[in-house]
């Protein structure tokens, strides 16, 4: 078992937290209050490969494999969450998805710019009453000659507005359950396509989430992935990935604010020394370390099964029920470190914590997780 990084590895790594540094970090405090989305920080992510790293070359992706791509995302996650969000829906949600399962004409007009970070993608799932139960669909696209007729709405759908391409997930056959969902490629501004407000979120702030609906949208036949009936299998096999990705992202929350709790311990300075002195401030740090090592091999073991090519559903489950978890233990410890200082926007811990909650919610909520883990163990 080796546990070594290769060079690639490291290099992916360094760039991602330069850039996390010196593109992500100034005006970050801003973006939250105002939530604004980073718009120029992800062109630039797009530029240097960040947006499409495990697509083939030939699509416009950077043919890196998961653990390049979990590595990139703690270190963006560590400053931006918002940032990152974005890039972990457009490489796993929705270029994963395309490059798997679509078409080679699919590929060529849709998955290129997604790759290449031209344009951002959406994956949309979630609705107002269906929530992560996703049999439940109520969108619905009915078969007229060479289209379908969508209608419906989603919500909770990052990158809804500065997204150009979506994944929309839509029953085509009620009577048949789960088994009549299937699986559409919508693009901005066909007419019937309407964005909704902006959601005044808890955390993530930045990043750039609405409600969607369709009302009459005619999509055309082509722009079905796979078969009709394959959408509650392509939306299961896409989460499975993204659930890697924002275990991930949990664990760069929960990092960052382990780094920035231990600095401000050695710094900060109580009863005549340095406050990482006192025994309680380093019981609280050790566990800190402790519970992200632990989250981060959860990660980075469903990262390399995936790349290995075995089955990793129950690893990605378990990664990102631990790794929420710990996100959220730790901004919270990282918080009671800083003291009052931990209350005020300056010191960043207060914003992780608000954006480790999301970890928890997305891509199927921790009861979710749950039910996901025991069923392969009981299988």
């Not at 973006?31 to 790293?53: C, H, S, V, Y």
């Not at 750039?208 to 392509?234: A, Q, W, Y």
């Not at 019981?283 to 390399?304: G, Y």
């Not at 960043?348 to 163990?377: F, P």
């Amino acid at each position: 078992m080796n546990f070594e990084y290769t060079e690639e590895h490291l290099a992916v790594r360094d760039a991602a937290r330069e850039f996390a540094q010196s593109e992500l970090l100034p005006g970050v405090i801003e973006r939250d209050t105002e939530a604004k989305f980073p718009a120029d920080q992800i062109k630039k992510m797009g530029e240097l490969g960040f947006m499409g790293m495990m697509v083939n070359p030939k699509y416009n992706g950077g043919g890196m494999d998961t653990i390049s791509y979990v590595l990139a995302m703690e270190e963006l996650s560590k400053i931006d969450a918002s940032a990152s969000v974005a890039m972990s829906v457009n490489n796993s949600l929705v270029c994963w998805g395309l490059e798997k399962y679509g078409s080679e004409a699919q590929k060529e007009k849709y998955l290129k710019p997604l790759a290449s970070g031209e344009v951002l993608g959406a994956f949309c799932l979630s609705e107002p009453e269906a929530g992560s139960d996703a049999t439940s669909q109520k969108t619905e696209a009915r078969r007229e000659g060479d289209f379908y007729i969508l209608n419906g709405t989603k919500n909770w759908i990052t990158n809804g507005n500065t997204a150009s391409v979506y994944l929309v997930i839509a029953q085509t056959d009620v009577a048949k359950g789960h088994k009549g969902i299937s699986a559409f490629i919508v693009e901005k501004g066909w007419e019937g396509f309407v964005v909704g407000k902006k959601e005044d979120k808890l955390g993530i702030r930045g990043s750039d989430t609405h409600s969607l609906m369709f009302t009459d949208v005619k999509v055309p036949v082509e722009n079905r992935i796979g078969e009709e009936g394959f959408g509650f299998n392509f939306a299961m096999e896409t989460l499975n990935g993204g659930r890697i990705g924002i275990a991930a992202q949990a664990l760069g929350i929960a990092a960052g604010a382990y780094e920035l709790a231990l600095a401000y311990a050695k710094e900060r300075k109580a009863f005549g020394k340095p406050i990482s002195q006192h025994q309680a401030i380093q019981f609280k740090l050790a566990d800190m370390a402790t519970s992200i090592e632990a989250a981060r091999l959860l990660v980075l073991k469903s990262a390399w099964l995936k790349d290995q090519g075995k089955d990793y559903a129950h690893a990605s489950a378990m990664a990102k029920l631990y790794a929420s978890q710990v996100a959220m233990d730790v901004t919270v410890e990282a918080v009671q470190v800083h003291g009052g200082y931990g209350f005020v926007k300056e010191y960043h811990v207060e914003r992780l914590m608000r954006d480790a909650k999301i970890t928890q919610i997305y891509e199927g909520t921790s009861e979710i997780q749950r039910i996901v883990i025991s069923r392969g163990l009981l299988r």
